[in-house]
């Protein structure tokens, strides 16, 4: 059949049933029931919506969503989880988890709370940005613009020497 209608199940012979390889025999049926494996060797095209009530195993090859999202419940990708171990989370099942980029930075668009403690092995740029509590830095800081200090305690000062030379205006 050229055109084959609505809830109809085609079988393409691959031509046992005779020279061509085009035969096809045609099942009209309203519900389609598989009791044990449905093994399917080529490409399949499924229209409409799909629901597998269990498990989907892929073995070989990737799963293509095209351009469309995967909407879900969560998932795991090797040991990273997205949205598993609670809505909004993105944690590892074991390891570190690193961010990095091509490009070279990790941009982060929105504001950042860090409870745990916090290491950099580079530098650190604030720019334009209030620090809510103290700043603490082992090693040498370096400043480009002017170092301003709101409190003043001649208690808190130690090793206090007077400028000789200074500016007299």
Do not use: C, M, W
């Not at 399949?44 to 799909?50: E, I, K, M, R, V």
Request: glycine share 16%.
């Amino acid at each position: 059949l050229k055109n084959p209608a609505p809830n109809t199940l085609t079988f393409h012979t691959g031509g046992i049933f005779g020279a061509s390889g085009e035969e096809r025999i045609n099942l009209t049926v309203a519900k389609t029931h598989i009791k044990n494996n449905l093994e399917v060797d080529g490409t399949s095209t499924l229209s409409g919506d799909t629901t597998i009530a269990g498990t989907l195993t892929i073995t070989g090859g990737n799963l293509s969503l095209g351009s469309n999202n995967y909407i879900g419940g969560g998932g795991t990708f090797g040991n990273i989880q997205v949205g598993v171990t609670g809505d909004n989370e993105i944690d590892t099942t074991s390891g570190n988890l690193i961010l990095d980029s091509s490009g070279g930075t990790v941009q982060v668009t929105d504001n950042i709370t860090v409870s745990g403690s916090t290491t950099l092995s580079s530098s650190l740029n604030v720019s334009g940005t209030t620090l809510g509590n103290n700043l603490s830095v082992t090693g040498q800081g370096s400043f480009t613009g002017n170092l301003i200090a709101f409190v003043s305690d001649d208690r808190l000062k130690t090793n206090r020497v007077n400028i000789t030379g200074a500016l007299d205006l």
